[in-house]
Nanobody, 116 residues
Framework: QVQVVESGGGLVQPGGSLRLSCFASGSGFSSYAMGWYRQTPGKRRELVAT???????AYATSVKGRFTISRDNAKNTAYLQMNSLKPEDTAIYFCNAALAGEIPYWGQGTQVVVSS
């Protein structure tokens, strides 16, 4: 069983930066594709960014050029560097770890609030 734990959320002013971390337990981290998603009340969870086990990345249009996803397999951790934050980035951010053809493992989320 893989456990996924997000951290690094908080309150930041518009234009500021945050780095979220996502730790996934177990010895198979390097085999997982990792993804960051976000959700606000009353809305569906939306994809923010993904990184394959080979390091290929993809981003939602709304965050492209501002957010960067990365991974450190030695630390079993994926990151989401968020720059130039906007109030509309306020959400709960979730991380998942996924193997092809299997149900992904999700964390409990970390709250990000962008407000002055």
């Amino acid at each position: 069983q893989v456990q996924v734990v997000e951290s690094g959320g908080g309150l930041v002013q518009p234009g500021g930066s945050l780095r979220l971390s996502c730790f996934a337990s177990g010895s198979g981290f390097s085999s997982y594709a990792m993804g960051w998603y976000r959700q606000t009340p009353g809305k569906r969870r939306e994809l923010v960014a993904t990184i394959t086990r080979g390091g290929d990345t993809a981003y939602a249009t709304s965050v492209k050029g501002r957010f960067t996803i990365s991974r450190d397999n030695a630390k079993n951790t994926a990151y989401l560097q968020m720059n130039s934050l906007k109030p509309e980035d306020t959400a709960i951010y979730f991380c998942n770890a996924a193997l092809a053809g299997e149900i992904p493992y999700w964390g409990q989320g970390t709250q990000v609030v962008v407000s002055s």
